[in-house]
């Protein structure tokens, strides 16, 4: 089992028959899979194959051609809904910020993650600004957090990021190549941090990586995407066997 | 005197005319800059023309016909854009559109007006009292519009994938803002030109992205006005 008891736990994200093509190359087809709540999952996917796009279609930024995804979360106002905003913290590639250069301290960053739920036209209530402090501290930016975020490294970028995603108290983290263009040490950090994260939050972790290896050494369920699911189960039960064999299968198309 | 010009009325008009343009289009011209659209002005500049084209034809004031052709050009961007049409592609197909049909219509209407080369290539000396007005009205909607919804444009400019997740109206904050670059297009119209506003919503913002230059010492941001104390010390680059 990918964690104990992690059958008994209910539903948070359920794709059902998801296909989804871009520009007339099939990405995903009739996918279906569950993550349960608490899980920490990881996705591997080959590169090239479309990483940021799977996981855009799982948090409901891209629609599917076919098939559904549909968030059930703790709270009551995010029942059915699709996609169930406030229950996902969303961390993209840092190349995906538009503007590396965009003039903003790592507080406004974070500060981001509050928009959605505040509404438009509203200032940041206390209670938000309490949210992006602990936020901030607890991913061990307080030093820096009147820093430009552009001037920072790649793992303290990463860690601005993450601390975005959860100041609007998501139930799912996703997570998308968190570890690009990070050097060992930042890449220990910063699973250090997720680990915390999901057993003082609760958090339920998804991750797409195209590293299947190091997926192995850190997640707790592995799901091997290449068009279809190609392995998905505990990451104890694959083994270095398993892990070369699905290397293959998938380069055999 | 430099100050002489404001004995004259039609020099006033011109000052305020030009304050309205120059404020609106630097405001708006830093979201335009780092959004990499720095195009759509130019774009739906040539949409006004149509709608201007359109006034003379039907024989109504031509900047209100202007205001809802580049609303129209603004939805009609977005609507190519929905059907995956890329958007220096969209631009440039409104761009076109504009352009051919202002000059279907101006050919159509009956004589040539008069002061069309003055929307062209712009009298800021010639304009006239519903002009400023026009411009006041239009600028003041702008500018309220950037304050109200500041923290809204840094979350669709910095990161659109993340305030879309987070939850905010994306979409609907797009289409705004390029109906607000519409109006703009609109105040600077009469007063400069059509053809040259495009550039001055982006010299400035331009300008100071490339040579990272700050007028303080200390670096002022959305956070330090919250909180109401100053920035930390610009970083030595």
Redesign the interface.
């Known amino acids: 089992m990918p964690v104990t008891g992690a059958h008994a736990r209910p539903v948070c994200l359920r794709a059902e028959n998801i296909s989804f093509s871009y520009g007339g190359d099939r990405i995903l087809e009739n996918i279906s899979l569950d993550i349960r709540q608490e899980e920490f999952v990881g996705i591997a996917i080959l590169n090239g194959a479309g990483k940021t796009t799977h996981l855009k279609v799982l948090v409901g930024l891209l629609r599917p051609d076919t098939g559904a995804i549909s968030f059930s979360c703790h709270r009551g106002e995010c029942e059915g809904k699709t996609p169930c905003r406030p229950c996902i913290g969303y961390v993209p590639q840092q190349a995906a910020l538009r503007q590396q250069q965009f003039p903003v301290t790592v507080r406004e960053v974070v500060a981001m993650g509050t928009y959605g739920q505040s509404g438009l036209f509203s200032p940041p209530t206390k209670r938000d600004l309490a949210a992006i402090d602990t936020r901030i501290a607890e991913a061990g930016l307080s030093r820096v957090s009147r820093e430009l975020f552009s001037d920072l490294s790649g793992g303290q970028q990463q860690r601005v990021l993450i601390a975005r995603a959860l100041v609007g108290n998501p139930h799912i983290l996703a997570l998308d190549e968190p570890t690009n263009g990070i050097d060992a040490k930042s890449k220990e950090e910063f699973y250090a941090l997720l680990s915390h994260l999901h057993s003082t939050h609760r958090l339920t972790v998804l991750l797409i990586l195209h590293d299947l290896t190091e997926l192995s050494r850190t997640m707790e369920r592995i799901i091997f995407l290449h068009h279809r699911i190609l392995y998905d189960g505990p990451t104890e039960s694959l083994g270095a066997r398993g892990l070369w064999d699905l290397m293959v299968r998938a380069g055999r198309g | 005197m430099v100050l002489e010009f404001l004995l004259f009325k039609f020099g006033i008009r011109a000052f305020i005319g030009g304050l309205i343009v120059a404020v609106t289009c630097a405001s708006l011209g830093v979201f335009i800059v780092?959004?990499?659209l720095s195009l759509i002005a130019d774009g739906l500049g040539h949409v006004a023309f149509g709608g201007i084209a359109l006034g003379f034809w039907t024989g109504r004031y031509p900047l209100y016909t202007a205001v809802a052709s580049v609303i129209a050009g603004s939805l009609g961007i977005h609507g190519l854009g929905k059907l995956r049409v890329a958007s220096d592609a969209a631009i440039a197909i409104m761009f076109s559109a504009g352009l051919a049909i202002g000059v279907v219509l101006i050919s159509l209407a009956q004589s040539a007006p008069a002061d069309l080369l003055s929307y062209l290539f712009g009298t800021i000396l010639g304009i006239n009292d519903n002009d400023v007005y026009l411009a006041a009205v239009l600028g003041v909607i702008v500018l309220a519009v950037i304050a109200?919804?500041w923290?809204?444009w840094?979350?669709i400019?910095?990161?659109?994938?993340?305030?879309?997740?987070?939850?905010?109206?994306v979409t609907r904050l797009e289409i705004l803002f390029t109906i607000l670059v519409g109006l703009t297009v609109v105040v600077a119209c009469h007063n400069r030109d059509l053809y040259y506003h495009g550039p001055h919503c982006q010299a400035l913002a331009a300008v100071k992205?490339e040579l990272q230059v700050e007028p303080w010492e200390h670096?002022c941001?959305?956070?330090d006005l919250?909180t109401g104390k100053p920035?930390?010390p610009e970083?030595d680059r």
């Open positions: 780092l959004r990499r109200l919804l923290k809204e840094i979350g400019t910095l990161d659109p994938d993340f305030a879309r997740v987070a939850g905010m109206p992205r670096r941001t959305a956070d919250q920035g930390s970083k």
